[in-house]
């Protein structure tokens, strides 16, 4: 057959490919919504609706067991992730990031807020031979104590604010606090991958964990991620979740909406579930800068006083989507 003659059947082939896939009813992604602009400059990423996994199972338990000592022997001391549940989320959009200090120093110079700590007159950072101490005069603006200052770390997430705080936050930015099933969606996707980004484990620059530069025994010493603490915020673009959020694993641990109550997968609804109705704690997701690599998985769950403020804790906020 002659070259020019195989040409044109390959052009052929091509455009056929090419019609096959524009036709009405392909396979193709549809268009994400242009996301709303927002008072803070925040980027929003979309979650689309629908059902996504949410908690974890037995095997995912055990997997876990047998890394972290041998799996026989091993106390299970996470059933408030299970039982692994089909949950339903009307569509949201998420911050793409975390809440930074400069955005928070102007929520702070708008509406003259005082956070909790700054209330107090402390709140809790990291010494590493009595791990989280009370400290004197730690807040937002002196986030490891009096002598410290956010000059240089404008674009790192805010941390030394509390559960309130970051809800004062996300109302002043017409935002609210996701919700934990939220939360755990945009980070994981619809079926129930380990970390953000999959289930690889949680090296190759995709997380700010504890590494080699924290003195703790859980540290990952064959790791560096670049930072002791908190690191500006996306700074590691391989860790996005499957919406493209970034940052949902380590860097800071993040407040959502609802009550901790390690029971409440047994009885939470399929569709749109609101959390308990109280409870002594706010949930925590997510992990963070001093967090072991099973602390940053995407079902872990963690909690915290709604007053209380540190060192490794900050936020995101969620928006509704139109109908």
């Known amino acids: 057959m002659k070259t020019g003659l195989w040409k044109w059947i390959f052009i052929g082939l091509a455009l056929a490919v090419l ?105 809790y950072t990291w010494n590493k031979n009595e791990g989280w101490v009370k400290t004197e005069g730690a807040d937002w603006q002196h986030p490891y104590g009096p002598l410290s200052s956010i000059d240089g770390l404008e674009a790192h997430p805010v941390v030394q604010v509390s559960w309130n705080d970051a809800r004062a936050y996300c109302e002043w930015a017409g935002r609210r606090l996701p919700s934990e099933a939220e939360w755990e969606k945009a980070a994981r996707g619809a079926h129930g991958q380990v970390y953000p980004w999959g289930n690889a484990d949680a090296f190759g620059g995709r997380v700010n964990f504890a590494d080699r530069s924290i003195d703790v025994g859980w540290a990952e010493k064959k790791v560096d991620d670049g930072y002791q603490h908190t690191a500006p915020v996306g700074s590691y673009p391989k860790g996005a979740s499957p919406y493209g959020a970034l940052d949902m694993a380590g860097n800071v641990s993040e407040w959502v909406a609802d009550w901790y109550d390690a029971g409440y997968y047994e009885r939470s609804p399929r569709q749109n579930p609101p959390g308990a109705v109280s409870g002594e704690y706010r949930v925590l997701r997510g992990g963070d800068w001093i967090s072991a690599a099973w602390h940053i998985r995407c079902a872990y769950r963690g909690g915290g006083s709604p007053s209380g403020a540190s060192g490794f804790v900050g936020f995101r906020c969620a928006l509704d989507a139109s109908p």
């Open 19 to 123: 019609l096959m896939r524009c036709r009405p009813g392909a396979d193709v992604a549809p268009p994400q919504p242009a996301a709303p602009p927002q008072k803070d400059g925040m980027e929003l990423v979309y979650v689309p609706p629908g059902e996504f996994l949410m908690g974890s199972t037995d095997a995912d338990i055990d997997r876990l067991l047998a890394k972290l000592c041998g799996g026989s022997d091993c106390k299970r001391d996470w059933s408030e992730e299970q039982p692994q549940h089909t949950v339903y989320l009307d569509a949201f959009w998420l911050d793409r990031r975390e809440v930074t200090n400069a955005m928070f120093a102007e929520f702070v110079a708008d509406s003259g807020y005082k956070t909790d700590a700054e209330k107090e007159g402390w709140s």
